[in-house]
């Protein structure tokens, strides 16, 4: 990293350097054109407090997925993203740095740092696992004519170790992923008093309406799935009580011994809580969850390039078994999810137009261009801009809640995916034949709506996610071939879904607030 002054030649000479290493590296030319952009007004905001005779280094990582680009300033702590006119700034500024929406910025070692993290251009997942399917079931049909001896090597020799392999290395990465997703996530809030009473109001209304929104789907999603019965089909309150207390652990370390999700969770939770309430005083702790944070999803991100390959020898696998079957009940999956996605738009948009009188077609009109967007990227990156635009000019919610709500909504407001592992968790459990009992459907119910929000934001973050579904509703892990199969289909609807749950909650939190432009909301647009 070599050091030099913050003169007008040598910042244009850094933003040029970025471009075209950055351009090397694969990464899309519009996040290129937005990271050029934005080191160019870092610098000259530098230069600007600090001077030109003040130096800064550039420093470029790339490693197996993941690039970035650090900018080290030395001098006195300087953040050149505070505007001072947010409400939370602390908070909005962590949230989108986590989204790779904005750098993130950190006084560390007696200068400013500040991570620039653009995203290369990666094939179609989606296309990836068509192409693996299709592979695996030609693959299949030829090893049809195979010898019996050949077929049963291939099975159990072959391809089921490396399957049970695979399986441990993601239950071995589970625990820690969501462990450390938690208390980051908890953490980087910045602190209660950041919270404001805007903050807290939201994070309590998200939370109770993913609750809300989750009890009818489930109701409505049950009905398509016929269960084995289980525990006699009565129920068992000191079951369920028991089922309460088994959340919380002996000690710290038995959640991780033994695997328990719900008590790894909890213990992330209290953790995560104690650190933000003590602030400054637990830097350290913080140092070391955030680089821990990092080591695990890159590992996360590494294991997930290997899905589609995984998928394949997966679907191989049970063709040369003859349990090809089990896919064809699959459609259910989808039709659950469908259903359950229908009746969490029917009740945002009906509670809308209803209480504050706006034409369904005008606020439908309004969003459809975010849920469009959603629905054909799966990526709620790719609409944020959109997102606050229309949140703020098209339904008149104040701009003060947009900045706050889009950024902390979009990372744990998603009861589209609730809905998702609820209808995962039936339809396998249908398939494979596991005992259903009211503590069984109860417990689906939590660890659903838990996931949906301690859900780590990476590559890979939902093969985390099912594999721990799986261990706490006692579903074989055979199962997760057929749903990481389904899963880049239905990440497209969740992802839609959530982003218009979003908006309308937003619509309804801003209004409580008084802070909502009823005018604005009802007009129609005139572009």
Avoid at 132 to 155: D, M, N, Q, T
Avoid at 387 to 393: A, H, S
Avoid at 449 to 476: M, N, S
Avoid at 478 to 489: D, F, G, K
Wanted: proline share 4%; aromatic share 10%; net charge neutral.
């Amino acid at each position: 990293m070599k050091k030099i002054r913050l003169s007008n030649e040598n910042i244009a000479q850094a933003v040029d350097l970025a471009e075209e290493t950055f351009r090397e590296w694969g990464v899309d030319a519009g996040n290129i054109l937005q990271i050029r952009l934005a080191l160019e007004e870092t610098l000259l905001k530098y230069q600007e407090t600090f001077g030109t005779e003040a130096v800064f280094a550039q420093k470029y990582i790339r490693r197996f997925k993941s690039i970035r680009l650090e900018l080290s300033i030395a001098g006195e702590r300087f953040d050149p993203f505070d505007t001072g006119e947010e409400e939370q700034s602390v908070v909005l500024r962590g949230l989108l740095a986590n989204m790779g929406v904005v750098p993130a910025w950190q006084y560390k070692n007696g200068g400013n740092l500040i991570v620039f993290t653009p995203k290369k251009k990666e094939p179609s997942q989606i296309v990836l696992l068509v192409l693996a399917v299709v592979l695996a079931v030609l693959c299949g049909g030829l090893c049809s004519f195979l010898p019996e001896g050949i077929r049963g090597f291939l099975v159990n020799d072959l391809i089921s170790p490396v399957f049970n392999r695979f399986m441990g290395l993601l239950s071995a990465i589970a625990g820690p992923l969501v462990f450390l997703s938690v208390i980051w996530g908890i953490y980087s809030i910045g602190d209660m008093a950041a919270m404001g009473r805007i903050g807290k109001r939201m994070i309590g209304r998200f939370l109770l309406m993913t609750i809300f929104l989750t009890l009818p789907a489930c109701a409505v999603t049950m009905l398509l799935f016929s269960f084995e019965a289980g525990g006699g089909g009565i129920f068992d309150f000191s079951e369920l009580f028991q089922m309460v207390l088994d959340i919380v652990p002996d000690n710290f370390f038995t959640p991780f011994t033994e695997g328990n999700p719900l008590q790894i969770i909890f213990v992330a939770v209290l953790i995560g809580t104690a650190m933000l309430m003590l602030g400054n005083k637990t830097t350290v702790a913080a140092a070391f969850v955030e680089q821990s944070n990092y080591i695990v999803q890159l590992i996360m991100e590494a294991v997930g390039a290997f899905v589609p390959l995984f998928v394949f020898g997966s679907i191989l696998n049970m063709i040369l078994g003859n349990d090809f079957t089990a896919f064809f009940p699959a459609y259910k999956l989808i039709l659950a999810m469908l259903m359950g996605d229908v009746i969490l738009l029917a009740a945002y948009l009906v509670i809308v137009c209803t209480r504050r009188k706006v034409h369904p077609r005008i606020l439908l009109k309004k969003m459809a261009p975010t849920f469009l967007i959603a629905l054909t990227t799966a990526s709620s990156s790719a609409a944020f801009g959109v997102n606050m635009e229309c949140c703020e000019k098209d339904l008149g919610i104040d701009k003060r809640i947009v900045n706050f709500g889009v950024s902390l909504g979009q990372v744990i407001f998603m009861p589209g995916v609730s809905v998702m592992f609820l209808a995962v968790g039936f339809c396998m459990a249908e398939i494979y034949g596991v005992a259903v009992s009211p503590v069984w459907l109860v417990t689906a119910f939590i660890i659903a709506i838990v996931l949906a929000v301690a859900a780590p934001p990476v590559p890979g973050g939902a093969l985390t996610c099912y594999t721990i579904l799986f261990v706490q509703l006692k579903i074989p892990m055979e199962a997760i071939a057929i749903t990481i199969a389904l899963n880049a289909i239905l990440e497209f609807f969740t992802t839609a879904v959530n982003l218009f749950c979003l908006q309308t909650e937003l619509v309804e939190l801003a209004a409580g607030l008084d802070m909502l432009d009823l005018k604005r909301l009802r007009e129609e647009n005139k572009n």
